[in-house]
């Protein structure tokens, strides 16, 4: 039998090309799903302004919430800050005393930023301030001197020359919302490239400036020549004995310094698992279908073997021998593309948002190891079920199905059939009935799958229902050519469900997808940002306004209301919180006095005003939930992990599962990383139009450099995340569709070019050659418009309950021109692999193409 596997792929080079070609491509779509993966389980972050530091301790950036009972401490789900955690400088004492430890400081950050003719300079993702004693940490080389008095500043080298300043020079900072001019008394080179703007104040400086002065980012660690820091960190650990401090060695201590990292990384693990899963499942599709017709095309074949002889057990492993050895070869030099598609993925999802780009890409051997294993594994998966129809086939009943094979139903097609149509019917009845809000996504998701497979497996009897169907029209419309077309594709309907499974899949996986994420990002925005109100969105980019701006604009012409705008997560300890385990509860700080006008919330109890001081607005559904109302006391857990007591002054309707809890602007930005509220929403006056009301509040802000005036669609919410996954998912989407279009384009090519003596037989009887392709692109035609209308119901029974929970209604979001372009692409792609082979195919002699063996 392996002489028999190599000797057919010798002569059947072009089926065995197309298989090639899929787990090519497969295998490189999963390893750079695995790099990426691996990138999020890893999470180096590289030390950039602490790299001095041989450890370093700072705050754990996740908290762990309590799955059920509050009081088990082992029954917790981690999940990620929204603010940074600050720890207690006093700890620098202790950590001194650990032996093996040669000094210990402490690294506090703010925001700080230079300016130059009012336009903010920054290099990198922020601008920061520290104190100069933490320069130690990274280490700067200095030219000129340290900032030893108030008033003074270092710069690093790359604002500086941006800045265009020098040692000696006087600029502008902004620091907490506040300019000040400063003098240039030193110019500090970093060890590296780094990704922040620094700034170093003396000491005196860096206590006025901090708005969370008296707390600490971080303490680095410089240890005694000849310690073992492994041993240090654990002689750390056991001395400080909080769970809420972690001792960080090597590139693990670049988190202290970019704590956002941490929150990344609960993204790409999840992203990267749920695309790998797509690419393996329909890899497993891809090559299953291009195997499964090059073993039809072949069933006279195996016929003929096993009239002489050969068992089904032999068959079999001829079968599986043929695809072991096209799927050895395509594996491993599938991953030679895995080492480019990765990172640039990466850079991709990095650019997005998902994940700091300071996270440094890790793609180590298991990538390319696992890669190939699933690509193999999925090649004898499809080749087992390739093979087990005729191998079982009697040598008689093979041969009169070789001409025209009719049989496609049998137990285990039928026993899977039914599986996955329960399981989506289960799924669609979980989504609508017990799902809520955004987390609806995660039982559409895999229903699509569960849809897509059950049609699959069923699809040669579909497609000979949907021909009969359409055979009427299309006789009507082309004659000869589409009479000859339809009795081609109704006769051979179990080989054209080979061609029509993989355009179903490709337009089911790519409408559900696309859909869902327009869907998803309609509804965050409509529940999370409409109830706010302004005509003028003002926003920081330098680090957040001052207090007394909110004050000074209610005075400016044109203005009805103006309130400080900040979001942040948390969630709720007491009353304990269920329901907010794997996410937390998104949280908006207004102003009181604003709070009616700004956020157009009509509450069902108590008064927006009263959200002054320890207060709290909770949805009506928080309120039910937790058994609280007007006057209660609620424990909030806010972003930077502090527990707040708050009264709860007033309850007000909001969707379910987009709710939003609100709190006093002032006292959600002092629990803020910056400290300050990053923008400010402004209403204009009974008429007063929207430029007129820009103008003044600019003219009121002229001191303030950094200020962007913009609109209402620049209001930052909790819907921003599910933006910046939106385009990620489009992306990744798009590859696994696009590979699965190329399974499309080597189905239709294998098919198409196996023709070649049926199409020489036409011509010979008198057909022309153009007769011939009009009969072809009738028969394209039908395979794209079955293909599309089995994806379409594939996508809308995922797509309808999920509409109707998130929009309340069961119409999707999302532009026509969507649903255009994926039909384009399936058509376009199955008119060119269809016409383009079977002219190949004419272009010998008629009477030599009618005696050539297929």
């Not at 402490?106 to 004693?133: C, K, N, Y």
């Amino acid at each position: 039998m392996t002489y028999l596997a190599w000797r057919t792929l010798r002569y059947r080079k072009l089926a065995f090309i197309a298989t090639f070609v899929a787990v090519f491509f497969g295998v490189a779509l999963i390893v750079a799903c695995g790099g990426l993966m691996e990138t999020g389980i890893r999470l180096a972050v590289p030390p950039q302004r602490l790299a001095a530091a041989d450890v370093v301790v700072s705050g754990k950036q996740t908290y762990g919430v309590p799955k059920k009972d509050p009081q088990d401490t082992k029954d917790i789900k981690s999940v990620p800050l929204a603010e940074r955690y600050w720890i207690d400088p006093g700890l620098v004492g202790k950590i001194q005393e650990v032996p093996g430890v040669e000094r210990a400081v402490a690294e506090a950050s703010f925001a700080a930023t230079v300016v130059r003719d009012g336009a903010p300079v920054i290099v990198g993702t922020q601008s920061l301030g520290h104190g100069w004693d933490s320069a130690q940490l990274g280490p700067y080389r200095l030219d000129g001197q340290p900032p030893t008095q108030s008033g003074q500043v270092v710069l690093d080298r790359a604002v500086a020359r941006l800045a265009g300043a020098k040692v000696g020079d006087r600029v502008d900072v902004v620091a907490g919302g506040v300019t000040s001019s400063f003098q240039v008394s030193g110019i500090a080179t970093p060890p590296g490239e780094a990704d922040q703007t620094a700034l170093f104040f003396s000491g005196d400086d860096e206590r006025r400036l901090n708005p969370h002065t008296g707390s600490a980012d971080a303490i680095g660690v410089v240890a005694k020549p000849g310690t073992d820091l492994d041993a240090l960190r654990g002689r750390i650990e056991r001395t400080l004995a909080d769970r809420k401090l972690v001792v960080l060695t090597g590139d693990d201590r670049g988190t202290a310094e970019f704590p956002e990292a941490v929150g990344g990384q609960a993204q790409l693990i999840p992203l990267s698992g749920v695309f790998a899963g797509m690419t393996v499942f329909v890899a497993i599709f891809v090559v299953a279908s291009t195997l499964g017709l090059s073993v039809q095309q072949r069933q006279k074949e195996i016929a003929l073997l096993r009239s002489i002889g050969a068992t089904p057990r032999q068959i079999r492993k001829m079968v599986r021998r043929e695809a072991l050895v096209v799927a050895v070869g395509a594996a491993i030099l599938g991953v030679v593309p895995g080492v480019v598609l990765g990172p640039l993925l990466y850079h991709i999802v990095a650019e997005a948002g998902v994940i700091s780009p300071v996270v440094e890409f890790h793609q180590g051997f298991l990538p390319y190891l696992i890669g190939p294993v699933v690509g193999i594994f999925a090649a004898l998966m499809a080749a087992n079920v390739a093979g087990r129809r005729p191998a079982k086939t009697r040598p008689t009943a093979g041969i009169a199905e070789a001409a025209l094979q009719r049989k496609w139903v049998s137990w285990p097609r039928v026993v899977f059939a039914i599986l996955f149509f329960g399981g989506g019917f289960a799924l669609l009845l979980v989504t609508a009935i017990a799902m809520r809000g955004a987390v609806a996504s995660a039982t559409a998701g895999p229903a699509v799958m569960c849809w897509a497979i059950a049609i699959a497996l069923i699809s040669p009897g579909l497609t000979r229902l949907l021909a009969a169907i359409l055979s009427v029209p299309a006789r009507a419309f082309f004659g000869l050519a589409g009479y000859l077309g339809t009795i081609n594709v109704r006769v051979r309907a179990v080989r054209v469900a080979s061609a029509v499974t993989p355009i179903m899949l490709a337009v089911g996986l790519a409408l559900a997808n696309f859909y869902l994420q327009t869907t998803q990002n309609e509804a965050a925005e409509r529940y999370y940002s409409d109830n706010l109100r302004a005509d003028v969105v003002l926003s920081s980019t330098t680090g957040g306004f001052p207090a007394d701006t909110v004050e000074t604009l209610r005075s400016a012409p044109g203005v009805q209301a103006v309130s400080a705008y900040v979001t942040s997560a948390g969630w709720i300890n007491k009353p304990y919180d269920g329901s907010h385990v794997e996410s937390p509860w998104p949280l908006q700080g207004v102003n009181g006095a604003s709070a009616a006008d700004i956020t157009g919330v009509r509450t069902t109890a108590g008064n927006l005003a009263d959200l002054t001081g320890a207060t709290v607005a909770l949805p009506e559904v928080a309120g039910k939930n937790l058994s609280v109302g007007v006057g209660d006391q609620i424990t909030l857990r806010l972003g930077d992990r502090s527990a707040v007591d708050l009264r709860v002054v007033a309850l007000y309707p909001a969707k379910e599962g987009f709710e939003t809890i609100m709190l006093p602007a002032e006292l959600l930005a002092a629990h803020s990383t910056t400290g300050l509220a990053r923008q400010i929403l402004v209403t204009a006056a009974p008429g007063t139009d929207r430029d007129a009301l820009a103008a003044s509040v600019r003219q009121k802000l002229a001191g303030q450099p950094g200020t962007l005036i913009e609109d209402h669609d620049a209001i930052t919410t909790f819907a921003e995340r599910t933006k910046t996954l939106a385009w990620v998912n489009y992306l990744l989407v798009a590859l696994v569709a696009g590979y699965t279009m190329i399974s499309v384009a080597n189905t239709l090519i294998v098919a198409t070019a196996g023709r070649r003596r049926e199409l020489g037989m036409q011509r010979l009887i008198g057909a022309t050659r153009q007769q011939a392709l009009q009969m072809l692109g009738v028969e394209a035609g039908m395979i794209t418009i079955i293909g599309v209308i089995l994806g379409t119901i594939a996508s809308v029974v995922t797509l309808l309950p999920f509409s109707a929970v998130v929009l309340g209604r069961p119409v999707p979001s999302g532009s026509i021109f969507i649903y255009i372009a994926v039909v384009a692409g399936a058509a376009g792609l199955t008119f060119a692999a269809t016409l383009l082979p079977g002219r190949r195919a004419m272009l010998s002699r008629p009477a030599e193409a009618a005696v050539a063996v297929d």
